[in-house]
């Protein structure tokens, strides 16, 4: 109570029960499904093997020939001498103005044998990216087979108790109690018959807890959106 901020004498009350828990879970191939598409640790193997794609696309680019145009126009002046007419020994400046139209192929050329080491190192990188991600969705699909198979034991156990053994041990305690109304049966009887009945509700509410958890196992392999908090 103080965790949560509640007075000592307040009532503590958890919200929901136990008694609409079955139904709501997704069959086993739908199950599956979602935990392969939604699981986390499945989208971070995938993206690791899309990065590996993407290496092996980029050391093959890398491989091929690459080549540039390049165009340019320069424009350049000069001084020329110009001998004189009247005076043949005396030169005269003159400035001289050039243009220039520049162009060129540039070619660049793959070293180390065409990039080929890079190549099949991105290659391998892949492979193993695939298996990790092909064990991973193994994996997952075997923890969500594992959880469904508890949940459908749980919910059987369930069904026992609440259609069979409880209603047959409700009903023993209502005779021993008209035989002990009837002076047939000692109190002691009943008592014990009571004890039997109890013990009979606490194994019913485990029963219907291990159906929750079993439940929530199962939306958990999957990682169903009805756990995330919104």
Known sequence: ?????????????????????????????IAKEQAVLNRPDLEAL????????????????????????????????????IVSNQNPVELSPNLVGEN???????????????????????????????KRL???????????????????????????????????AKQNLNVIWQTYEFGDKALLDYIGEERRYLELENALIDAELAVYLARIEILEAANASELIRK
Do not use: C, W
């Not at 307040?10 to 828990?21: D, T």
């Not at 660049?108 to 990039?115: A, T």
């Not at 969500?144 to 047959?168: D, H, K, P």
């Open 1 to 29: 109570r103080n965790a949560i901020g509640l007075e000592a004498v307040e009532p503590l009350r958890l919200k929901g029960n136990f008694e609409n828990m079955l139904g709501g879970v997704p069959s086993l191939p």
């Open 100 to 130: 220039f139209l520049t162009f060129g192929v540039d070619l660049m050329l793959p070293v180390r044998n065409r990039n080929q080491g890079n190549i099949e190192a991105a290659a391998l990188n892949i492979q193993a990216a695939q």
């Open 134 to 168: 092909d064990f991973g969705e193994l994996s997952v699909r075997r923890e969500v087979t594992s959880a469904y198979a508890r949940y459908e034991y749980a919910v059987r156990a369930l069904t026992i108790y609440r259609a069979g053994v409880r209603n047959q």
């Open 46 to 81: 995938r993206h690791t093997l899309a990065l590996g794609n993407a290496q092996l696309e980029k050391s093959r680019s890398e491989a091929r020939p690459d080549a540039g145009v390049s165009l340019g126009f320069q424009r350049m002046t000069r001084v020329a001498p």
